[in-house]
């Protein structure tokens, strides 16, 4: 008698364990599903937030639209897929201009000495020439070339530091390109970045430049916006 009732407390106990052991792994399920629901909604508590000022049409810097021929060397005419970022260069060669550096892209077509050019140029007077489409790549940043948009930067000497002039159309320019294809500062980058290339000197070698011109862009933005455009 003791032990058939000893025996029934054993089940008892070990059906007791059973049960709550099927409703610790039914509360874990719960708790799984209701993570996955939350995810799938995506409610603004799970969602790390950027506000981006945007910039009406008119800060669109003037430019002279001079694009290159399609070829092999400089334009190929290959699709530009979403942007997701811009990359800053230098042009190396001190002294020259938009349209020289625009030029020299030109002749890689006749010459084939290398594979080069830019989206944009910006010049010793502050002047923006545009080579090629937003909408195709450009030979500038190796493997970012897919997904990103390049600008060349004139320089007066070998510093590689840009004029009061340039740097401010630099700043136009990428603010409005920013705001254009919805990107942050994080999204602006040198050519360095990219493949450890001097380039553009100046910021490469004096990081405290490039940080103040990434809260010059910031600083653009905020004070030529006229809404702000959540992620939400």
Known sequence: ??????QKRYQRGNQAKRRQSRRKRVFLLAAVLVALLLLWLD???LRSHKIRPQLPDSARPEMAVELLTVNPNSRPGKKLGKVKGIVVHYTANPGSSAMDN???F????DSHVTQASAHFI?????EIVQCIPTSEIAYASNQRNGDTIAI???HPDASGKFNRKTYDSLVRLTAYLMARFDLDTDQ???????????CPKYFVEHPDAWKQFKTDLNTYIKE???????DD
């Open 122 to 126: 910006v010049g010793l007077k502050g």
């Open 152 to 154: 060349e930067v004139c």
């Open 102 to 104: 625009r030029n020299y």
């Open 188 to 198: 602006v980058i040198r050519h360095y970045d990219v493949t450890g290339k001097l």
């Open 224 to 230: 030529n916006a006229i809404k702000e455009k959540s």
């Open 43 to 45: 409610p603004l508590s």
């Open 1 to 6: 008698m003791n032990q058939t009732t000893s």
């Open 106 to 109: 030109e002749g890689l077509k």
